[in-house]
């Protein structure tokens, strides 16, 4: 397994949880940023601790709004060779990432930390963009009730009864939540998890091993 990330800016509260990340996947996990800064965030992080790459940018400036376009992102997925996309967002990079999986019938999953409220003001033209990703994704990352309620809305629903993909949903959740201070969410997301894949796997699967030192962990951090 080798996951390409596609995210925009290298955030303090998403480096953290992708350090965390791949503190188990090593250099099977590779971000790709689409710039080091936006334009209305002035964070300067330091301590990135995982595979990344900044990918070439070609800004669109818009009022009070820049849109990201990176001419390298093919090229750049071409030569990682992944088996899961995942991307974070809408923009033309995310797309033509979402579209390399397609082409190469590999494994897409969507990550936002959008929900119902948030997107229910868009136009038509980025609802409809929503759903067609949606319907075509393989899996999903979302923050919390709400933006499970989002997932759902827009095409997910066909994943509600799906205990691997709501396993690999909540264990996902599980690792971002440990490099921030929620852990008990954590440790709750790893237990949903377990439950789930004990429906779909078997009891020596690799997963159970991940989910017990996780929580192993979890507690030592705690003590």
């Not at 188990?24 to 965030?41: C, D, P, Q």
């Not at 400036?61 to 974070?88: E, R, V």
């Not at 190469?104 to 959008?114: E, M, S």
């Not at 994704?137 to 309620?149: H, L, Q, R, T, Y």
Request: charged share 25%; hydrophobic share 40%; proline share 2%.
């Amino acid at each position: 397994m080798r996951i390409a990330l596609v995210t925009n800016i290298p955030s303090p509260y998403r480096v953290l949880q992708f350090n965390k990340i791949a503190e188990e996947l090593g250099s099977n996990f590779i971000v790709l940023y689409t710039a080091k800064l936006a334009f209305n965030r002035k964070w300067k992080v330091k301590n990135i601790k995982h595979n990344h790459i900044f990918l070439k940018k070609t800004l669109l400036s818009l009022p009070n709004k820049s849109i990201y376009f990176n001419t390298d992102i093919w090229k750049q997925l071409k030569q990682i060779k992944p088996t899961i996309i995942i991307t974070a967002g809408f923009n033309p990079t995310m797309l033509i990432a979402f579209l390399y999986s397609k082409f190469k019938k590999i494994r897409h999953i969507v990550f936002t930390d959008a929900w119902l409220q948030t997107v229910d003001s868009l136009s038509f033209f980025h609802k409809v963009i929503r759903k067609i990703i949606f319907r075509f994704s393989d899996a999903f990352i979302c923050i919390g009730k709400k933006g499970k309620e989002y997932l759902l809305k827009y095409g997910a629903e066909k994943y509600k009864n799906n205990k691997e993909a709501f396993g690999n949903f909540n264990y996902h959740l599980g690792l971002l939540f440990m490099g921030t201070s929620e852990k008990s969410l954590s440790k709750d997301y790893f237990l949903l998890a377990n439950q789930s894949f004990k429906e779909v796997f078997n009891k020596d699967h690799y997963v159970f091993k991940n989910i017990k030192q996780n929580l192993k962990l979890l507690e030592i951090n705690r003590s």
